[in-house]
């Protein structure tokens, strides 16, 4: 059964460090979304991105954070300047369609910033 | 607000028996509801959605959730807990009548069956 994979599995910086964080989409998807989760927090959405551009993206989603689609398969994250409260477990997920379609979710990047 | 609430931090079952994980919600409208289980060092593995149609949904491992619009709920349940059942279990919403694609996830329910 086709997956979505990330890499790496645990990233650990410095603080002001800029990370990328990759992820490899199922194939025959269309949209792409990166979420993250603060330990003991909630799942929280960070931008959902869709034919070469972002589609949606939350309030977390700011100036320091950028998505990019370099080539036909991956799909990454990159943080600018690091802080401490970006230390969490990012996912990547990826759906076929976005109307009534299932957002498939990747083993997650876990970020540790020192 | 949108929000998803997954009461019980914690529930504990005995092998064999019947598991409830509850699940309540606050969306307008007919929103997308979804079930994902999470194994250690694992991703988000979908589970079962409610989209339209009939309120039971079945979905993988067993699995079935009851959509109540009346009492915004949409509890996960199996008729028969497995140890291997053992996990983080997310209920998730999205609301797509206001256009968004983002789901809202509960802040999970970790599931133990003990044997």
């Known amino acids: 059964e086709p997956e979505v994979t990330q890499t790496p599995s645990h990233q650990v910086t410095q603080m002001g460090q800029e990370v990328i964080l990759r992820c490899v989409p199922i194939?025959?998807?269309?949209?792409f979304y990166w979420y993250r989760q603060i330990l003991g927090q909630k799942v929280e959405f960070l931008v959902s991105?869709?034919?070469?551009?972002?589609?949606?993206k939350s309030e977390i989603f700011d100036d320091q954070f950028s998505v990019e689609r370099p080539d036909g398969s991956n799909f990454t994250l990159k943080i600018r300047s690091t802080k401490l409260e970006d230390s969490a477990m990012y996912f990547c997920?990826?759906?076929?369609?976005?109307?009534?379609?299932?957002?498939?979710f990747g083993p997650g990047t876990r970020l540790t910033v020192l | 607000a949108q929000s998803v609430a997954q009461p019980e931090d914690q529930v504990n079952v005995a092998e064999g028996n019947p598991l409830t994980v509850k699940c309540t919600y606050s969306?307008?409208?007919?929103?997308?509801l979804f079930w994902y289980v999470q194994y250690p060092n694992r991703g988000l593995q979908f589970l079962l959605k409610?989209?339209?149609?009939?309120?039971l949904v079945k979905g993988s491992y067993g699995f079935e959730a009851e959509f109540n619009k009346s009492q915004t709920s949409f509890h996960l349940k199996k008729p028969s807990a497995l140890v291997s059942d053992s996990a983080l279990y997310f209920c998730?919403?999205?609301?797509?009548?206001?256009?968004?694609?983002?789901?809202?996830f509960g802040t999970g329910t970790r599931l133990k069956v003990l044997a």
């Open positions: 969306v307008s409208g007919n929103p997308y």
């Open positions: 991105f869709y034919n070469n551009e972002i589609s949606e």
């Open positions: 997920a990826s759906s076929e369609l976005v109307s009534t379609d299932t957002q498939y």
């Open positions: 409610y989209i339209t149609g009939d309120n």
């Open positions: 998730a919403v999205r609301d797509h009548l206001s256009g968004t694609y983002k789901y809202i």
């Open positions: 194939s025959n998807h269309l949209y």
